[in-house]
Structure formats: structure tokens, C-alpha cells
């Protein structure tokens, strides 16, 4: 089901839902959540989680519901040269 969503916030351009991945901090752990439909602004790239959405997301931790799969993800310090 799509959602109707208001014109951008920040320059007016048209607001259309994808599903895209969404990276969340949850305890201190980066999560991914794959397919959340969001709006994205077809002029600025500016995204839009609506708040059930949101809801959805953290009902869905707080449940301690298993991950379809888990993800290494690599991390790099950053160290100024010279
Ligand atoms: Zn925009």
C-alpha cells in the first residue's frame, strides 16, 4: 500500500515512497532495517520516515525479534595525516 506524502519540507519538490534500507542505532548497535518505505524527494534526495513507520520499526526491536540476517560491518578510524 502507497502512501500519499506532503511536498518537501525543505524545497517543495514532489515526495514519492520507496523502499529503501535504514540504518538505526539501537543500544549502542548499528542495525539495518532492509525495505522501509520512505518518501524521498525527487529534487533534493531529502528523506522522509513517516512516524508509524517509525513505530513499526521500534515495536519490531523491542520485541527482540530475530534478524533475517546479520551483516559484518567494517569499521575504519578515521587518523589525520601528518
Ligand atoms: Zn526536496
Redesign the pocket.
Known amino acids: 500500500m502507497k502512501c500519499q506524502y506532503n511536498d ?1 519540507y ?4 514532489v515526495v514519492e515512497e520507496r523502499l529503501l534500507p535504514r540504518e538505526i542505532r539501537w543500544n549502542g548497535k548499528l542495525l539495518v532495517f532492509e525495505n522501509v518505505p520512505m518518501g524521498v ?1 525527487g ?4 528523506k522522509f520516515l513517516r512516524p508509524e513507520v517509525a513505530k513499526m520499526i521500534d515495536a519490531a526491536l523491542e520485541s527482540s525479534k530475530r534478524p533475517s540476517r546479520v551483516l559484518q560491518v567494517p569499521v575504519y578510524q578515521y587518523q589525520s595525516v601528518g
Open positions: 518537501c525543505f524545497c517543495g519538490g524527494c529534487q533534493c534526495g531529502e
